[in-house]
């Protein structure tokens, strides 16, 4: 048996995900590794061990243990084997290029919201709005997906053309990161999104299309026609399994290291829906390692409510369907207007209106005693014109 740099392996691109899934709930569950990876003497990766080996790769450990010939029992942590490397930052942040930036700002911080906890209920946000690109949960999909492209998509190599459909984001995300991998974007956004999107995105050096479209996955079907027909990649955050895999290795592992660096045992996570990508991995990732201990509560639009970025389940969602969530609570623009005002006036936070949408989705629950962590996208700075015609206490 040897322990290698899981670099050194050579194998196969990356099954879909739900087919990794039972192997990396069995992982993170475990939290060790209990039989080698079969190899053979040119590090070739055994047929038998192929989706050990990604449930292993997507987790983000460094090294794994090998043997040729016969498979061996051995017991290493996750830890042991570098799971924990995603945490390691440079205190100085000094950054050389995008992906250090990126990891320069995670963990993204984990703070206590005075407004919303008492005597018998602890309320925590993680500040996903400290991202440094478009100041939102998706750089992190947006840098995950381009890495993962130039590892398994050839076609982004050739073409070095992104098309998107996006409600903000996501767009800003990809026109950043884009820089650094000399690539071409265009971004797709659908009418309903603010007019100051536009503005934001061309100023990064991207193509913009305004579509008539009301939400961002009923653009699709434009995208991928354009994309075939000038040969760029349709990224497509709704079906890319990058985008789950970003918040399964970082997100995740992230707020399970927080937690537990303070002692906390989350009763429940509540999170805003949009692609599903974040709230599904977290679903994942503490089930797996503390079963329905967790509960997860996932907040959407009330119907005929526009929340920007987030959908109501039944308008499709890949990765919810892998995963259990416990709770599903609707919430209005106006609840979401609400539970931002709050947050924003007593604790001082600037945050956006899906974060809003969390607050007043923890607030709807029978019971909100014991500790709450809550996923907060994005910041109120790009929701301006959402605000003039309400009236602020
Ligand atoms: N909140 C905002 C502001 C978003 O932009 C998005 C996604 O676009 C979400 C929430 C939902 O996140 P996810 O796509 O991971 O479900």
């Known amino acids: ?13 990356r099954p879909p995900i739900e087919q990794l899934l039972d192997e990396v709930s069995e992982l993170l569950r475990l939290d060790r590794v209990t039989k080698t990876i079969l190899v053979d003497k040119d590090y070739n990766l055994s047929v038998e061990d192929y989706k050990r080996f990604h449930a292993l790769k997507i987790l983000g450990v460094r090294y794994i243990p090998v043997s040729v010939g016969f498979e061996e029992d051995v017991d290493l942590t996750l830890e042991e084997l570098g799971f924990d490397k995603d945490l390691e930052y440079d205190p100085l942040k000094v950054c050389r290029n995008h992906s ?28 996903e709005y400290l991202n440094p690109f478009s100041n939102s949960i998706k750089d992190r999909i947006g840098w995950y997906m381009v890495v993962d492209a130039f590892e398994n998509n050839p076609q982004l190599s ?4 992104i098309y998107e459909a996006s409600s903000t984001n996501t767009g800003i995300a990809l026109a950043c990161i884009g820089k650094s991998f000399n690539l071409k974007i265009k971004i797709y956004l659908p009418q309903t999104v603010q007019r100051c999107s536009d503005a934001y995105i061309r100023l990064l050096g991207s193509d913009v299309v305004r579509v008539p479209e009301q939400l961002t996955i009923e653009a699709i079907y434009r995208v991928r026609q354009d994309a075939i027909s000038d040969s760029a990649l349709h990224i497509n955050q709704f079906e890319n399994d990058a985008n789950f895999i970003s918040h399964l290795r970082f997100t995740s592992k992230e707020l399970d290291y927080q937690l537990r660096s303070i002692n906390l045992k989350p009763r429940r996570i509540v999170c805003a829906l949009g692609t599903s990508g974040h709230a599904s991995a977290i679903s994942f990732y503490f089930k797996s390692r503390y079963q329905d201990k967790v509960e997860v509560v996932g907040v959407q639009p009330a119907r005929d409510e526009l929340i920007p970025g987030m959908r109501r389940v039944e308008t499709g969602m890949k990765w919810i369907h892998y995963v259990k969530i416990d709770e599903l609570i609707d919430v209005t623009r106006r609840e979401a207007i609400e539970g931002l005002v709050k947050v924003a006036s007593r604790d001082g936070l600037p945050i956006g209106l899906s974060a809003g949408a969390v607050v007043a989705g923890l607030e709807k629950l029978s019971d909100i005693d014991g500790v709450s962590v809550l ?9 301006v014109e959402f605000f003039t015609n309400c009236q602020i206490t």
């Open 1 to 13: 048996m040897k322990i290698i740099s899981i670099e050194h392996i050579k194998c196969p691109p």
């Open 100 to 127: 250090e930036l990126i990891k320069a700002c995670w963990p993204t911080p984990l703070i206590r919201l005075n407004s919303l906890s008492n005597h018998a209920s602890d309320v925590w946000a993680k500040l």
């Open 158 to 161: 050739t073409s070095r053309l």
């Open 375 to 383: 996923v907060f996208p994005d910041h109120f700075y790009k929701y």
